[in-house]
């Protein structure tokens, strides 16, 4: 998590920042929660695909827009098995390290290659969920909303399959959750149906970000 939103200022941030700039959870008791996947699509996307549909769970992947140009059928694959996609940015390179009209290159490029249906209220997760004052006023000049994360699954530091889990038992999980995982990783992928499975038994509805932020 970047360190201007960290401990205090994290909490100063979502009290502080409108909505429509700045998401990390949705406020609500319902129980619901939404998974969101990073840096695809990926090789192994048919196969995350696969596992949310035998538990009937929808999610929100935030693509690379130098991936989905290398994989247009998996991202095609996202949207025809009812997800949501949206911009991860287009070359992965940290946001507040851009000028303004370099970050609105990247929503550009990317937001280009996503459906039309995906770009009426444009997500963004910026790379690394590296923010900064200046780059999120950027983002929102440029209609998007961006939305980071309350749970971070922590599978790009570990590899085990086990603690990825764990990380995302249903006792770590509130209303509302937004939940940071990963494509293109082997231990995210053996984890997943652990996830889905505790939190379809905790009676959690597995939405979109965009169906969890709507209602």
């Known amino acids: 998590m970047p360190g201007w939103l960290s401990s205090v200022r994290r909490v100063a941030a ?3 920042v409108p909505a429509s700039v700045l998401v990390l959870r949705a406020r609500t008791r319902e129980r619901r929660v939404a998974l969101t996947f990073d ?12 596992v949310l549909d035998r538990f ?31 911009s991860h ?3 992965h390179r940290r946001f507040p390290t851009l000028k303004r009209d370099e970050i609105e290159g990247e929503l550009r490029a990317t937001a280009a290659l996503l459906p039309p249906a995906e ?3 444009p997500l963004l997760r910026p790379p690394q969920g590296a923010t900064s004052l200046r780059s999120l006023l950027s983002c929102a000049r440029a209609g998007y909303t961006t939305v980071l994360w309350s749970l971070d699954s922590d599978d790009c530091r570990v590899q085990s399959a086990d603690q990825v889990a764990e990380r995302v038992a249903p006792e770590r999980i509130e209303p509302g959750a937004i939940v940071l995982l ?4 082997s231990w995210t992928l053996e984890a997943l149906p652990r996830i889905l ?9 597995m ?3 965009d169906n969890l932020l709507t209602r």
């Open 14 to 16: 979502e009290a502080l």
């Open 39 to 50: 840096d695809g699509p990926d090789a192994l996307t048919p196969a995350y695909l696969d």
């Open 56 to 86: 009937g769970a929808l999610a929100t992947f935030f693509v690379l827009g130098q991936h989905a140009v290398a994989r247009k059928d998996e991202l095609l694959a996202i949207v025809r098995r009812g997800h949501q996609v949206a």
């Open 89 to 91: 940015g287009y070359s």
């Open 119 to 121: 770009t009426q209220h």
């Open 182 to 185: 990963h494509e293109g990783q």
């Open 197 to 205: 499975s505790g939190l379809r038994e905790a009676s959690y509805a």
């Open 207 to 209: 939405v979109t970000v």
